[in-house]
């Protein structure tokens, strides 16, 4: 028999109905490009006049669209390598530190999330221009490392709250190495954590527009400033073929990350 009361179950229904609508406010728009990038039309409009793949054709054949969506895939591979190195070493530097300074460094490393990405952006392009690499992968892939990072540290940390470190403790004591260590015992517990966090940072890379737009040089333009630039020259339903792609990968990329988060649950409610 059900413990919860009549009130308390209406009031969880009607909370679950609300977060669905809201859900759909949000979604459903997102979810009306998809259809417009099979309309045989040459304009974004409703009802279609027919289906047709001509659009996909039309982007798979021309070489800027093909070359900003690989120029996406290198910046965006780049960058999850590169912020989740780095996001999850500082990530086990915070856990492992207690001090007053390691929270100021870990504010000062999270603030990209709290700034407005164009006040980034203009900051790093003046400072990658100091240093006389601007417009170039390096300073894109940088850039994208800059925002990423604090979602690798962020989640990484969150995974370590649940980590026993008589773990690593009991590996030392039986002659393991800090590194042996690390990746036989520490980074098999965490692996759910680091991959998320590498996900959320291929994901973000691979969507960022404003920063490709000041960091990369005309050549490199990635898919989302690709995408910018025909809304601005020429609104055809390729770009509706393109937005697909993103909302595509977008959504694997959110599987794949709950899919990780179930398994790192299931995980914790296994070990003793």
């Not at 040459?42 to 027919?50: A, D, R, S």
């Not at 393991?176 to 260590?181: E, G, K, L, T, Y």
């Not at 517990?189 to 040089?217: H, K, Q, W, Y």
Request: aromatic letters at 10%; hydrophobic letters at 60%.
């Amino acid at each position: 028999m059900s413990t919860t009361s009549l009130p308390q179950r209406a009031g969880s229904a009607f909370l679950n109905t609300i977060l669905l609508g809201m859900l759909g406010f949000l979604l459903l728009p997102i979810l009306f490009v998809i259809p417009l990038s099979l309309s045989a039309g040459e304009f974004f409009i409703y009802p279609m006049p027919g289906l047709s793949l001509r659009w996909y054709e039309a982007f798979f054949s021309d070489r800027a669209w093909i070359s900003s969506l690989w120029s996406s895939i290198v910046v965006a591979t780049s960058t999850m390598v590169l912020a989740t190195v780095l996001g999850t070493l500082a990530a086990i530097g915070f856990w492992q530190s207690r001090s007053r300074l390691g929270m100021v460094i870990l504010v000062v490393l999270v603030s990209p999330l709290i700034i407005p990405v164009v006040v980034v952006a203009i900051a790093l392009f003046f400072f990658y221009a100091r240093l006389g690499f601007a417009n170039s992968m390096w300073s894109l892939v940088m850039g994208h490392t800059a925002i990423a990072l604090p979602l690798v540290v962020l989640t990484v940390a969150a995974t370590l709250q649940t980590y026993n470190p008589n773990l690593t403790r009991a590996a030392a004591s039986l002659g393991a190495s800090p590194v042996r260590a690390f990746f036989d015992v520490m980074l098999p517990l965490i692996a759910p954590g680091v991959a998320t966090g590498a996900l959320l940072a291929f994901a973000m890379s691979f969507d960022e527009c404003v920063l490709s737009l000041f960091l990369g040089s005309p050549e490199q333009r990635t898919l989302p400033r690709q995408l910018f630039s025909g809304l601005r020259e020429s609104i055809t339903p390729v770009v509706a073929v393109a937005a697909t792609l993103i909302i595509v990968l977008a959504s694997a990329l959110l599987l794949a990350s709950l899919l990780l988060k179930a398994r790192a649950e299931r995980l914790r409610g296994e070990s003793p």
